[in-house]
């Protein structure tokens, strides 16, 4: 069996810098026709001047790919002419709340102080890409979040507001509620829950933020998906970090998912018995969510046992040196 995709589009990809850009970055260049990048560089991507630099980094590592990298910048304050001038320049700005996940610190530590960044927002027209977590208990994090998210989505009804990487239940009745609302989920998401990270022996590699959660939230996420809610996109949120940041006392958080991404999410429609799907989710939705028009770039996957490379680089995959039943249909082989 095999299947098409049009322009399959990851809305949620930490690409990093320097070696590791170089390594990451053509993963999901050759399987996806764009990416929504995520800011969280040592130095967030906070300024115009980060921007662009950042941009030809991305695009220099991809080479001849057809790819288009959506890039987003770090949530802060901002005055309205910094927004006007970046406005064609970025999908959306990225809010992660202070201290919530990797590089985070420069995040926002008052929301009462970013309503006039958020007003200019929704004037323009530009998305809120949103880490939806408090800093309470573990597994209450996103769901105490759910306050912040209703505030926003009220106050501000024309803002488009996505709700980025969801894991409960709880995110998914919520985001079905307000039609300024979006969401993002991942793969991992859709696969593991706690018991996967700590429930044996720890797998740091599965450690991410938000952490996975119960076999309900994954079930809610799951029937959400996998019934085509038009409001949920894919954003793979894969994380890398280098073995040694993750094997080690003080585990990194993230999912490294970019190289197994494709065949993994046809692995799981198909189980499903849901194939016919997996275009909405992986580019369809969020054209229509985002307004945008990806390079037209099609990707064939079909039925073939494969094994997962155990590293790429210095960073393990997901389902690395295990078997998967679906791969991406590459020239020449
Ligand atoms: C991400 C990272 O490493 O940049 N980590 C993660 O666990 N998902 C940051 C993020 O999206 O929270
Ligand atoms: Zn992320």
Redesign the pocket.
């Known amino acids: 069996m095999s299947i098409i995709l049009d322009s399959p589009l990851d809305m949620h990809l930490?690409l990093r810098e320097g070696e590791m850009l170089q390594c990451v970055a053509p993963l999901t260049a050759r399987d996806f026709a764009g990416a929504v990048v995520?800011p969280?560089l040592i130095s967030p991507v906070d300024s115009e001047h980060k921007l662009s630099q950042y941009r030809r980094d991305i695009e220099r590592v991809c080479g001849q790919e057809l790819f288009t990298p959506y890039m987003t910048l770090f949530f802060r304050p901002y005055r309205l002419a910094e927004l006007e001038k970046v406005k064609d320049q970025v999908i959306g700005l990225k809010l992660y709340p202070a201290g919530i996940?990797?590089?985070s610190e420069a995040g926002v530590t008052d929301f009462s102080e970013i309503e006039e960044t958020l007003q200019h927002m929704q004037d323009l027209s530009i998305p809120l890409l949103v880490?939806g977590e408090t800093s309470g208990f573990v597994m209450d994090r996103e769901r105490e979040f759910i306050e912040v998210y209703r505030d926003l989505a009220v106050n501000f009804p024309k803002l488009h507001i996505i709700m980025e990487?969801i894991t409960t239940a709880d995110s998914v009745e919520f985001m079905e509620r307000y039609d300024n609302v979006s969401a993002t989920v991942t793969l991992h998401h859709l696969m593991i829950t706690l018991d996967d990270v700590v429930g044996g022996f720890m797998q740091p590699d599965l450690f991410?933020?938000p952490i996975a959660k119960t076999p309900r939230d994954r079930g809610a996420l799951r029937s959400a998906v996998f019934s085509g809610n038009p409001r949920i996109m894919f954003g793979s949120?894969s994380?890398p970090?280098p073995r040694h940041r993750k094997e080690c006392v003080g585990c990194?958080?993230?999912v490294f998912t970019a190289p197994v991404a494709l065949p993994l999410l046809a692995q799981i429609f198909a189980e499903e018995g849901c194939l016919d799907l997996l275009q909405s989710f992986v580019s369809d939705n969020a054209c229509k969510r985002y307004r945008i028009s990806p390079p037209e770039k099609r990707i064939t996957l079909t039925e073939k046992e494969w094994v997962v490379p155990e590293l790429y680089g210095t960073v393990r995959p997901f389902y690395g040196g295990e078997r998967l039943f679906w791969a991406v249909n590459r020239d020449g082989e």
Do not use: E, L, S, V
């Open positions: 930490h995520m969280n996940t990797t590089q880490h990487h991410c933020k949120d994380a970090h990194a958080a993230g």
